[in-house]
């Protein structure tokens, strides 16, 4: 049973920086794609950043360009989100999921596999 664990959340002050940590099991994820996304309260899930499990491409969200990156420990079967330069408008329950395709705007379907979350909140 492949399960995706998402940590690192936590609460921080504006201008700070978050890793978040998503750790993948239970299957071969090599011709898969692992994302990041996001729910605040009261919003649509919307689309972080994901990257390509074998070859390493990565792609960002216009919202976070430049603040996030995400990237992978293929060894340790992980994915990462290093968030810096975090702004109150990142407050959000951050997931991670896995799919065959990238799909970056709802509905998020094609992702088979979802973690359960891990919270971050944005102090002004």
């Known amino acids: 049973q492949a399960q995706l664990v998402e940590s690192g959340g936590g609460m921080v002050q504006a201008g700070d920086s978050l890793r978040l940590s998503c750790a993948a099991s239970g299957r071969t994820f090599s011709r898969y794609v692992l994302g990041w996304f996001r729910q605040a309260p009261g919003k649509e899930r919307e689309f972080v950043a994901a990257?390509?499990?074998?070859?390493?491409?990565?792609v960002h969200a216009d919202s976070v360009k430049g603040r996030f990156t995400i990237s992978r420990d293929y060894a340790k079967n992980m994915v990462f989100l290093q968030m810096n330069s975090l702004k109150p408008g990142d407050t959000a329950i951050y997931y991670c999921?896995?799919?065959?395709?990238?799909?970056?705007?709802?509905?998020?379907?094609?992702?088979?596999?979802w973690g359960q979350g891990t919270q971050v909140t944005v102090s002004s």
């Open positions: 990257i390509f499990w074998g070859g390493g491409a990565t």
């Open positions: 999921a896995a799919g065959k395709s990238l799909i970056t705007r709802p509905p998020w379907d094609g992702y088979d596999y």
